[in-house]
């Protein structure tokens, strides 16, 4: 039962345009999101994170959504660059003290020159 | 300069062997993980521990073995009972229990192969 679900596993982009990926969960206790970066044979990078509480949180290049009726959130990367060529995880907690994170599958951007 | 370290980056297993992989952090963080990626998966939890001397197991458990006698040290052992060891290791580790909505930090992974 994969409680979060990233459906596309790549995207290609031009440079300069906006790259959205996507990712689904089924677990309404979920109130924290948050994106990762990963890079071949590198551990991830925390990228951006959301609260339930909010539908919108910028930083930078990257915002992310939430839409919680629809169980959905997104990341934007505008514009997007060659550097931001990377594996996208999303993932999801909830503050029920295991502390434990659930992975989506993950989504691989290439944004091409 | 604050991060976690794996080691090695790469490993290799004879048949019938029990490994241990290294995860040390400097973080002062409160819990660590430890997570198996597979191609085309994502991160599947294999146990974590929120405080020193405790840990639990995640979703696949089975055939690995963890420690936690220290604060830093989170080391885990790919037993001779796991079939299908290959696979891209990654450690965790997060701030403080008691306060929610933190990242994760990562190292940057042992990739485990069977000879």
């Known amino acids: 039962d994969q409680q979060v679900k990233q459906n596309s596993p790549s995207l290609s982009v031009q440079e300069g345009r906006i790259s959205i990926l996507n990712c689904d969960y089924t677990?309404?206790?979920?109130?924290?999101f948050l994106w990762y970066k990963k890079y071949p044979a590198e551990g991830p990078t925390f990228l951006i994170s959301i609260s339930s509480i909010k539908d919108k949180n910028e930083d930078g290049r990257f915002t992310v959504f939430l839409n919680k009726s629809a169980k959905h959130l997104s990341l934007h990367i505008v514009p997007s660059q060659p550097g931001d060529s990377a594996v996208y995880f999303c993932a999801a907690s909830y503050t029920s003290g295991t502390y434990k994170y659930i992975f989506g599958t993950g989504t691989r951007l290439k944004v091409l020159a | 300069d604050g991060g976690i370290t794996q080691s090695p980056k790469y490993l290799f297993r004879k048949e019938g062997q029990n490994v241990t992989l290294s995860c040390e952090q400097n973080?002062?963080?409160?819990?660590m993980y430890w997570y198996r990626q597979d191609p085309g998966q994502g991160l599947r939890l294999i146990y974590y521990?929120?405080?020193?001397?405790?840990?639990q197991k995640g979703d696949i458990a089975e055939g690995y073995s963890v420690s936690r006698e220290k604060k830093e040290s989170f080391p885990l052992t790919v037993t001779s009972a796991q079939k299908n060891p290959t696979a891209f290791y990654l450690c965790a580790s997060f701030g403080a229990v008691g306060i929610y909505n933190q990242p994760q930090h990562f190292g940057d992974g042992t990739r485990l192969s069977i000879l």
């Open positions: 677990n309404s206790m979920f109130d924290y």
């Open positions: 973080l002062n963080h409160d819990a």
């Open positions: 521990s929120q405080i020193v001397n405790d840990f």
